[in-house]
Structures are given as structure tokens and as C-alpha cells.
């Protein structure tokens, strides 16, 4: 598959280095500078882009559904939808801090929640449109989105691999040139280790060829996104606060930003690390193999003219070295052609 450019001058695939998505959300609690502060910090952590998540209240929830009381500790109001209005960025905030992050070259983009939201986030050309899992069923949603030319990512919490499959196949009919990225995601807050499902990554990467893979991770923590990355995702989303003490249910899950800092190095040490699939002798190894390599050397005086059978070698560390210790077997039944005294090393110029 060709890489895809996922920004303006940032591309996944294929040799091409995990993006890595600091995902605001809502977690600027309705506040632009917050918000402002949090893509600096992703910024300075490393982060390829940020995101937010943009949503028409009215558009997005019933009217029931905005009036159905909301009680707990992250409540922000009496309803639900007194609740969400408190987390909403208007259109014009939204564009005060997508005009900031393009003043820190700090590519952004946003979880389009509904049509309205879809259209604005098109109008205002963020280089990316993001599906969240709570639309993954949404193929109208999707279908729309597609239509807007943009790449898609696609988180897909929530569903199975048969719905998934279908949210594919709908968009290679439809919309076959669309680019696509698809997220594996659990959608619960924090998400236990054991339902994160990395093996998934694997499956979509099978079955899903136009689409390039990744992951959204609600876990607390990095090691599971580290591994994610090391398993192949191409994409990387997290949630990112100023602190998990804040009130709302995505602050527990999200990373502060020096954990988020963390989860870059990590994922570019892995990224490193991963290398050639090819087994070779490396540079940093030389010293090492001066110092221990073993050679072949003479376990007892031989004279020239001798036929070397196994009993006259041995493989020990040497000075000067000699033969690799790998020559030992090729060396047997091969002729000396000068003396070597005990322990002194065998050189493949000294046989015929």
C-alpha cells in the first residue's frame, strides 16, 4: 500500500514512523486557552497532531436525551446537555485555536460528531477527518464524510469484526478512492489491559488491505500503546490532560503531558529498535566481538604439511586472533602449510 499523507508533509505506511494523535477531546473543559496550553504541550511532546471533538448538541443527542438528569462526580450541570454545553467550543473558538496551532506548525483536526459539525470541520479544511466509535455505526455519517475527499480515521469501539468488515466494504463500493485508517479501540474508561486486543491490529491488517491500521487506547498508562506501535499500528491516538484530577471521565485515561513525552520516546526507541528484518553484525558489536570473539587456535604444536583433523583445534578467545571460530568445520581435512604452536591461532592463509 502507498504511504498516505495524513498531514501536509507527514506520511504513514511503510517505513514511515507511528503518527502519533495527542487527542484534546473535551478535556479543555470548555476553555480556549486550556485548550490552547494543551496543544503546546502536545507540541513540545513530540506529538505529530492534536485533535479535538466538535459537535451540534442538537444534532447529535434527542431532546430526551439532552433533559435526562446527570448525577455524579463529573457532572458539569443538572442534564446531561447542560453538561455537554459547558464542554463545547463555538465555531469561532474552535477557530481561535485551530489559528494558534497552525501559528506553532502544530497540524490540527477533529472527532466530527454529527453532520453539522462534519460540514464546519470540511469548511475550515482540517487535513483529516475523524470517525469516533460512538459513529462507527453512523454509515451515513461515514458515507458523508467520505464525500468530503478527506482521509478517515475510523475508531471502532463498540462494534465487532462483522460490522467493521461492513463499514469497509460500504466505503470501497461507495467511495473506493477515500483514504482510510482503521483504529482499533475499546471504548471504556480506563480500559483493562485484557480487553484491549492488540491481536486485532493483525486481523485488520489481513483482512482490511486498502486501509491503513492503528490504534485508540483508553488504558492508563503507555506500555500498551507502546506496543501497539511496535505491533504495526501505523496511527497512535491518546488522550492527553493538564491533570488527571480534573473532573470528567477522560481525565483518568489521558496522559498528562510529561507521560505523553514519554510515549513518544518510547514508541521512537521501539521504532528503532525494531530495525532490518535481516541478521547482521552490527557496528556498536565490533568492540565487544575484539575482546571476546573467538578463534580457531592449535590445541597442540602442528607442523607444516599437517592434515588438521577436530583434535588438533580448538575454539578459544585469542591474541592475536585468528580464524572465526565459525571456520572451525571448514578447516578439517584442510593442509597447514606452516608450523603453529599450541594456542596460536589458526588464519585462513595458513592453510591450503
Known sequence: ????????????????????IAEIGQNHQGCVETAKTLVRKAKE???????????????????AALDRPYEGPHALGPTYGEHKQKLELSEQQFREIQDYATSINMPLTASAMDAPSLDFLDAVNVPFIKIGSGDVCNLPLIRRAAATRRPLVISTGMSDFDWVRT??????????????????????????AHHAHLRVLDTYAQVFPRAHIGYSGHEEGIYISVAAAARGARVLE?????????????????????QLRELVQAVRCVEAALGSPLKALQPS?????????????AARDLPSGHILTEEDMVVKVAEPPGASGMMFYSFVGRKLNKDVPIDGSILEEDIS
Do not use: N, W
Not at 502507498?2 to 502519533?20: A, D, K, S, T, W
Open 1 to 20: 500500500m502507498e504511504p498516505l499523507e495524513l498531514v501536509p508533509g507527514r506520511y504513514i505506511g511503510e517505513g514511515q514512523p507511528c503518527f502519533i
Open 45 to 63: 511532546s513530540g506529538a505529530d497532531c492534536v485533535k479535538l471533538q466538535k459537535s451540534c448538541l442538537s444534532s447529535k443527542f434527542t431532546q
Open 167 to 192: 463499514v469497509y466494504q460500504d466505503l470501497t463500493d461507495i467511495s473506493p478512492g477515500t483514504a482510510l485508517v482503521l483504529l482499533q479501540c475499546t471504548s471504556s474508561y480506563p480500559t483493562p
Open 238 to 258: 491518546r488522550h492527553v490532560t493538564l491533570s488527571k484530577d480534573q473532573q470528567g471521565s477522560d481525565h483518568r485515561c489521558s496522559l498528562e503531558p510529561s
Open 285 to 297: 558489536e565490533e568492540a565487544c566481538h575484539r575482546k571476546l570473539g573467538k578463534s580457531v587456535v
